[in-house]
């Protein structure tokens, strides 16, 4: 049974960088064909993906936050974290950590495995 957990601050100033990490277990980051995602939903909104981390190091991101993200990984940890910069209260959300097969999905049946969420909020 693989389990995702997020860690990070629950509180972010606006303009600056949101950091958090996902503890990986009961399965490998680098185990063939899994991507390994960030995904947020807003508060009233739908899932947002926001970029992943493959099982070979590549990165992908949403085109619309590429020029803020930054997505690495520790293997020796078998974490991933995500650096989202510049943040704006628009950036408000509770932030997951979530493997799939596929990267971009906007539904939770596009993940086999997900993390329970952490709320991050930036004031206005």
């Known amino acids: 049974q693989v389990q995702l957990q997020e860690s990070g601050p629950g509180l972010v100033k606006s303009s600056q960088t949101l950091s958090l990490t996902c503890t990986v277990s009961?399965?490998?980051?680098?185990?063939?064909?899994?991507?390994w995602n960030w995904i947020r939903q807003p508060p009233g909104k739908g899932l947002e993906w926001i970029g992943a981390?493959?099982?070979?190091?590549?990165?992908h991101y949403s085109p619309p936050l590429k020029s803020r993200t930054s997505i690495s990984r520790d293997t020796s940890k078998n974490q991933f974290t995500l650096q989202l910069s510049s943040v704006t209260p628009e950036d408000t959300a509770v932030y997951y950590c979530?493997?799939?097969?596929?990267?971009?999905?906007?539904?939770?049946?596009?993940?086999?495995?997900r993390g329970q969420g952490t709320q991050v909020t930036v004031p206005s």
């Open positions: 979530a493997r799939s097969q596929y990267v971009g999905g906007t539904r939770w049946y596009n993940y086999d495995y």
């Open positions: 009961g399965g490998s980051i680098t185990t063939n064909n899994y991507y």
């Open positions: 981390i493959g099982y070979s190091g590549n990165t």
